[in-house]
């Protein structure tokens, strides 16, 4: 599956950004779907998952203040993120989770930057 993800750029603290990620190109059918982030010099970590039945789930960082939502119809990912603030700054990463042929396969998108300024 084809994963791409839109919807970042620069913001001042406090403010807030809507990130998208859709899903495409494949037969199966894709189960959990997340946000990571990764910013320099660190590992990329969870921010926020959420299945397909809709349970979710957050990093502790970011309660509170990120929802994650999902468009099962359209294979389509949201993160709202408020009180955004110079410590989110990083690069955002959708994966989509699928099962094929019996076997775990995960599909990244390209990234897309979140700048947050003081």
């Known amino acids: 599956v084809q994963v791409g993800e839109s919807g970042g750029g620069l913001v001042q603290a406090g403010g807030s950004l809507r990130l998208s990620c859709a899903a495409s190109g494949s037969g199966f059918s894709i189960n959990d779907m997340g946000w990571y982030r990764q910013a320099p010099g660190k590992q990329r970590d969870l921010v926020a998952s959420?299945?397909?039945?809709?349970?979710?789930n957050y990093a502790d960082s970011v309660k509170g203040r990120f929802t994650i939502s999902r468009d099962n119809a359209k294979n389509t990912v949201y993160l709202q993120m408020n009180s955004l603030k110079p410590e989110d700054t990083a690069v955002y990463y959708c994966?989509?989770?699928?099962?094929?042929?019996?076997?775990?396969?995960?599909?990244w998108g390209q990234g897309t930057q979140v700048t947050v300024s003081s």
């Open positions: 959420i299945t397909s039945s809709g349970i979710t």
């Open positions: 994966k989509a989770s699928q099962i094929v042929w019996g076997l775990p396969v995960d599909s």
